[in-house]
């Protein structure tokens, strides 16, 4: 795998989350232009604030995003950032979603990844020390 870190002032970072979240009761509303819309928003926002799209997948009850973030940026602010972004955007173009209390669940699943492994930190450490 090729170097992905971003370098800017004062960090070296690689920071990518898994992220999973549903609509409300896993209703298989994810499909056709609504997915297409899904996909488009979720990068569009993610551009936006500066996040790197590393994998997207829209299923019909739930979407998968491997995105890699700023340390400062939390795994909940992207899935909030995400979700509500969407919720209002496709709601607001289609009537059946209207029908809904609400689009998402409040839950979602994440889960770090990187490039990095523990021999590796642990070399890097062993580098500063003898700075």
């Not at 996909?39 to 569009?44: C, F, K, Q, T």
């Not at 590393?54 to 909940?76: K, T």
């Not at 059946?96 to 609400?102: D, F, I, Q, R, V």
């Amino acid at each position: 795998m090729k170097n992905n870190y971003i370098r800017d002032e004062h960090r070296v970072h690689y920071i990518c989350y898994h992220l999973v979240w549903s609509p409300k009761r896993r209703k298989k509303v994810l499909m056709g232009s609504i997915a297409e819309d899904c996909n488009r928003l979720i990068r569009e926002k993610c551009d936006l604030l500066g996040w790197k799209v590393v994998e997207l997948s829209i299923q019909p009850d739930h979407i998968h995003l491997f995105v890699q973030a700023f340390p400062s940026v939390s795994a909940e602010t992207i899935v909030k950032e995400c979700k509500g972004y969407i919720s209002y955007n496709i709601r607001t173009k289609y009537e059946e979603l209207k029908k809904l209390p609400c689009l998402w669940t409040k839950s979602y699943f994440a889960s770090t990844a990187g490039l990095v492994s523990s021999d590796t930190i642990a070399k890097y450490i062993e580098g500063q020390s003898k700075n």
